[in-house]
């Protein structure tokens, strides 16, 4: 409750829609050359940080997004 969302948004920014809008950019060559997508994501990803709300909920989101790139 005590985190405000302009900082959802920034860290989402960052952590969401940079590599978001990377990946967008480099898919064609990726699957011109067969080549493949890594994200760096953390525990956070997996396990919610009390204390982290925003930047697991981010890394969360990388998740679900390599996931459904993968299938």
Do not use: C, R, W
């Not at 493949?36 to 956070?44: E, H, R």
């Not at 919610?48 to 998740?63: F, I």
């Amino acid at each position: 409750e005590d985190t405000e969302p302009p900082v959802f948004q920034k860290i989402f920014n960052t952590n969401v829609l940079g590599v978001i809008n990377m990946t967008h950019a480099a898919l064609p060559f990726i699957k011109e050359n067969k080549g493949g997508v890594l994200f760096i994501s953390s525990l956070a990803g997996i396990f919610g940080l009390p204390e982290a709300t925003a930047y697991s909920s981010s890394k969360m989101a990388l998740t679900a997004i390599a996931g459904s790139l993968k299938l």
